[in-house]
Structure formats: structure tokens, C-alpha cells
């Protein structure tokens, strides 16, 4: 697997530009100064247009004092907008309640994620990571025009300017400046080549708790997100998808749906049947009324459990190997004790808030398009190839999106192709609005891929860990996608065994194997923490079952195991500190069991450790209490923010922990909404106390980390109050009956 460095996130899943000839590469200076304006980068004396001064391509100041940043990221609810706000506003020195937000348009030379390379879209936890350096530039640059414009009409030395929340003065003078007064002036000074950046210690919104700056939009109504798009004569499609994948459209009859009052047009994609409508709720009476005749000929028609009878039989012989040190097999051989555990997981959906859906227009010369963008390159270039333009003719506005978890980062552009071919089918004589129910996100989705795992772990006479095997099957999410030439190497999908294969543990004889079923044609697709969704449970449980087999500690044998890894250990230590490790629990009432366990994972260069306290009644039911979690993601931007994530992400992971579970029965979907896909509700969600390290290192991601730790420290405490380790997720708390 590849360096856990820099080069983990640049090799991340979400380059969908190479399949159109793109290539990796772009750095940090060049991505700057392709975003000013060619007239400002090009000298002295140039002045932008009207009052406004763009000295680079993240950030406008209004001669209205607004500093406008522009966001290359999706926000979709993690705070992206205002993370990247604050490290530009801090470097420039803004005053926050004039700092506005705007998403960028699709524009790779200018708005590249730098870990990618030329492509822009947001995910992998990879926004601040690779805005950090590039958004603190643009904004140091624009505060030195700032600068340089206020020294020469002051006619007084630069050095002797302060510039503080907005306002540039000469205290010697007493002269002042708010930055619309010199908005203009700026705007002819010339572009310096290099600027200075602040010392940490004189950061004044970096670090510190600032106001979202997506907040009043949302309370207010003003936030903008697809389904607020209406354009003159748009029409709203709604689509009949083959009730299993692989199937296609044998035949329809859409005379009863054209019946329904509103419904304009019915037309045959790639995708299924189209009803369209004035308005959605018209559509999708169509839609009902509609009779598709499916062929099923080449369809999939395997249950969950048939599948998963397959993959053991597939984990009980070697995989392509993924990682090995030592001497697994004689270790596993020699062995005064040898434990094995066998872990399930299931698909699972991603059950954003908002549904997939997506506005397209075509002229016939150029695209539009309207949604919730999160991979604006390998969108740009899908539709291109579609409808037969050059990918500059493909225009995409950036809205507001109700989460995503990785779906929107779909790598076949399929929601957004979807709609477009709906807009080809009618000869785009219309703008359309595609929206997917939530039985079509649940059933004609993507989904995390179900996977099983086989860990056997060895012990010496002296209780040592001597040996680990791991053997993990499940579909490869690479296979096929433009990333399957970077991410897939000698048969190993490295999203598949992340977390796995960089398992951090001191073991002298380790060996990782991977085995990726081909013949399984439901969609997969990365889910909020990718590989390191069922990697962390199986390893983080199996080492608890490992250090009771041992008769250690499990925060003793950690630490033990983790001598080499300072960060590992730093959140770990912090993590059982705070949560009171080693001192007993406060007794349950009647028939209650309670437990505390832990668990430490990094992933996407954060490290995140949790101790989880359950109580476990009589029934087998039971109640988290309590999660205590120690993150190290470097420069907390906005440590409200990573409180934020923390807080979400470990509701997020519980949901799928209690009941997160997509089955198949005949190759049909069984889940339709939430009545058969529950997420948790206010009432069960615990108290989370989060603790962030301080760090000078550079910021790495948050969205994900918190998720992978919660199942396994959960699972753990699970085992410490009942002594049952559940091996299978959802966790079936029946199996807890007293």
C-alpha cells in the first residue's frame, strides 16, 4: 500500500479526469497564480473590473468592505465553507462579519484539489489539507496589495501599515483605510511573487471559534440547493429504475402515466423509464401509473446470504497479498495459542438527508448544470463526451448539498448523467430537474460494499502477539472507475484493505491478503471512511479478543504495540485518560450490565481514539452512554468545526453500527426508506466529550476519521459488560440476553 504521507491522500479514490487524458501533478504556485486574473498576474497598473479587487482566483473584495472567498470545495454540512473562509481571512487579516462565501464553477486549472492533481471535486477529508497552504497564499497576497496600495497613497513605508479585521492603518499618521476604500487601488498593484505568512501565534481567527458561515443561510431559507433551482419551462423527471441491476427496459406502456394531470413526456434512458412533469409530485404519480416490462435475462438474483456463504468459502484460502512481514505461517504453527474470529459486514447505503438530484439545460453549443457538485471535473467531462462538447462547454453551478457521505462523489458521474440523458432524450427542449425519492437512493444507488474477514493472531508461551493474519473478501470499488490504474495494483484495491494493511501494530509475522469477487454486479462506491468502514471493526475487536486471551490490558497492549507511532499512542493515552481508563463504571440498576471499550484508527492522516461506556439490560438491548474521543488532525482550523465532525461522525457510525444493513433477497434491494433503513434518533445519541491534541502540523482531514473507531470501541465495551464479542454488523443486540 501506498506511503501513508502526503501521498495516502494524493493517491485517494476521487480523480475522475483521468479517464479524459488528465494526469496528475499540479503545484501549489501554479494553482495560485493560474487563478488571478491574467491582467493583475501580469503586471503592475492593472485594474480589475469596476471596484472590485481579485488578486488571485479565492478571494474579491467589494468596494462595499465584503470580502468575497470562493470555495473549490462542496459544502455539504461539514463546514468547508467556513474552514477555508477562516484560513484566508485570517492571513489577510478580515473582519469575519464582512466574509462571505461562493462555490466555485467547475474550473480544473484554476480550483484543482492539489491532492489530486487537475481534477476539482471535494473528498477523501482531503478540503483543508490541500487548501491549507494555497488559501493562507491568497490571502497573504491580497493583504499585501492591500498594503502596498494604502504605502503608496499615504506615501509612507509598507512596514509601518497594521492591518487589523478590515481596516489598514498608519498609526503613526492616524490614517485608516477599510479594505473597499482601497479596493480599487489595490487592484493596480502588482501580484507579489512571494508572501509572508503569519506565525501561528499571531493567528486570530485559526485556531479560535468562529460563527459558520453557512448558518443563517440555512436557518433563513436563503441557502440554495438543487431542489430551489426553478428555471422558465423546466420540467421535473422522475425515474423507473429495473427493480434488480442488470436489468433493462424490455418494453413500457406509458399511456396511463401521460394520463396524469401535469405530465408532459415519458421517454426510455439507458437508466429505466422517464416520466416528465410540471412539478415532482406529478412526476411521481406518473411514475406509479407507469407499466415498464423488465428483462431480466442478464439480472442479478443472489440473496445477501448467498453472497456471503461465498465469500467464506473464498476467506478459508489465500488471497493476493497485500502486506507481509515475518513469517506468518510457521509463526501461526509454532504457536502456544492461536485465536481466529471471523467479522460480516453488510452494504449499506448512504442515506444523505437530500436525495441525489440534479438540474441540467442544453442549448444545443453548451451545458449547465445545477446540483450539489462534489466531483466537478469527472462531471464536466462525462457530460462533454454525452453530448458532444468540449468540456469547458459544460458550465456547472455549485449549490448548497443535504450530505453526501461519498455518494455525490460518484466515480461514473451516473445521477448526473442520468439527468442529462433525459434532457438528450427529449431533444433538450426543456431544462430538467431529475430527482430521485428515497426509495430510489436506497434501491438504484450505490452502496459500501459487503465484505467478510478472517483474522487468526498468535501467541507465544509468554502471552506475546506474534503472528497476524488477515484475510478480507469484498468487491472492489476501484475496478473499472478511472482510478483503477493508481489505486489497483497487483490484484489489491487498496480501499479494500486500508486500515488493514497499515495496521499499525508492532507484530513481527504479519500478512494481509485480499480476495476481490468479479462476478458480483451490485454497485459499490466509497462510504464516509472508505475501507477503514469494516477494517477497523475487525481489527480493533480481534486485538481486544487477543489481549483477553493475553490477560492484558487493552489500552496496555496497545500502547505496547505501539511504541513506533507517537500519534497513535498520543490519542489513545488521551482518549483513556479522559474517560477515566482503569477506574470502575458507576453500577446500572437492576439486571444491567455495563462495559467500557476502546479503540484507535487513523485514517486520511487523522488520528482518532474513542472509549465508548454502554449499558446493557437484561433484554439484550442497550444504551450508549457515553463516547469520549481524542482526535490529532494537526491545526485545528476551527476547533467548533472538529467538534462538529466528531459529534456527527460518531452518530453517523452508531447508526450503522445498530442498524445500518442493505440485504438482497433475489437480487432485490429490501429497503425502500427509513422505516427499513433506521438512523439513530436524538434520544439514543450519547454524550461525546472531544479532546483535540494541539498541533503545529499541517491540518488533515476531518469529515471521516471519527467514523472507523466507534463500532469497535462500542463492540468492545459490548464484550466488557456481557463477555460476547459480536462479530457481525449491524450488531444484533439479541445475542446479549442475560
Known sequence: MPDTTIHNLSRRRFVQGTAAGLTLGFSLPGALAAGAPKAIAASAGAASAGANFEPNAFVRIGSDDTVTVISKHLEMGQGTYTGLATILADELDADWATVRVEGAPADAKRYNNLLWGPAQGTGGSTAMANSWEQMRKAGATARAMLVAAAARQWQVPAEQIQVRQGVVSHPASGRKARFG?????????????????????????????????????????????????????????????????????????????????????????????????????????????????????????????????????????????????????????????????????????????????????????????????????????????????????????????????????????????????????????????????????????????????????????????????????????????AMEPMMVKNGIDATSVEGASSLPYAIPNLQVELHTPEDIPVPVLWWRSVGSTHTAYSTEVFLDQVAKAAGKDPVALRLELLAAHPRHAGVLKLAAEKAGWGQPLAPGKAGERRGRGVAVHESFRSYVAQVVEVTVAKDGSLKVDRVVCAVDCGVAINPDNVRSQVEGGIGFALSAALYGEITLKEGRVEQGNFDQYPILRINEMPKVETHIVPSAAAPTGMGEPPVPPLAPALANAIAAATGKWLTRLPLRTGELAA
Request: hydrophobic share 45%; charged share 25%; proline share 5%.
Open 181 to 481: 476604500q482601497l479596493a480599487q487601488a489595490a487592484a493596480a498593484e502588482a501580484v507579489p511573487g512571494n508572501v509572508r505568512l503569519k506565525d501561528p501565534k499571531d493567528f486570530t481567527l485559526i485556531g479560535k471559534v468562529a460563527p459558520r458561515k453557512d448558518t443563517a443561510e440555512k436557518v433563513n431559507g436563503k441557502a440554495r440547493f438543487t431542489q430551489d433551482v426553478h428555471l422558465p419551462g423546466m420540467l421535473v423527471a422522475v425515474v423507473a429504475h429495473p427493480p434488480r441491476f442488470g436489468a433493462t427496459v424490455k418494453s413500457f406502456d406509458a399511456g396511463r402515466a401521460k394520463a396524469v394531470k401535469g405530465v408532459v413526456d415519458v421517454v426510455q434512458i439507458p437508466q429505466g423509464v422517464a416520466v416528465l412533469a410540471r412539478d415532482t409530485w406529478s412526476a411521481k404519480k406518473g411514475r406509479d401509473a407507469l407499466s415498464v416490462t423488465w428483462d431480466e435475462s442478464a439480472a442479478f438474483k443472489l440473496g445477501s446470504e448467498e453472497i456471503l456463504a461465498r465469500y467464506r468459502e473464498l476467506a478459508k484460502k489465500p488471497g493476493a497479498v497485500a502486506r507481509s512481514e515475518g513469517q506468518v505461517e510457521p509463526a501461526l504453527a509454532q504457536a502456544a495459542k492461536v485465536l481466529t474470529a471471523e467479522f460480516d459486514f453488510p452494504y449499506l447505503a448512504h442515506a444523505a438527508m437530500e436525495p441525489m438530484n440534479c438540474v441540467v439545460q442544453f442549448d444545443g453549443q453548451q451545458c449547465e448544470v445545477w446540483n450539489g457538485e462534489q466531483m466537478h471535473t469527472g462531471d464536466q467531462y462525462a457530460l462533454a463526451a454525452l453530448f458532444g462538447i468540449a468540456p469547458e462547454k459544460v458550465i456547472i453551478h455549485m449549490l448548497y448539498a443535504g450530505g453526501s457521505f461519498g455518494r455525490r462523489a460518484s466515480k461514473s458521474a451516473d445521477y448526473v448523467l442520468e439527468a442529462a440523458q433525459i434532457v438528450k432524450a427529449t431533444g433538450g427542449r426543456a431544462p430538467v430537474k431529475m430527482v430521485w425519492l428515497r426509495e430510489d437512493d436506497m434501491r438504484a444507488a450505490y452502496y459500501r460494499p459487503l465484505n467478510h474477514h478472517r483474522l487468526e493472531a498468535a501467541l507465544d508461551a509468554q502471552g506475546r502477539l506474534v503472528a497476524w493474519r488477515h484475510r478480507l473478501v469484498g468487491q472492489s470499488i476501484m475496478k473499472g472507475s
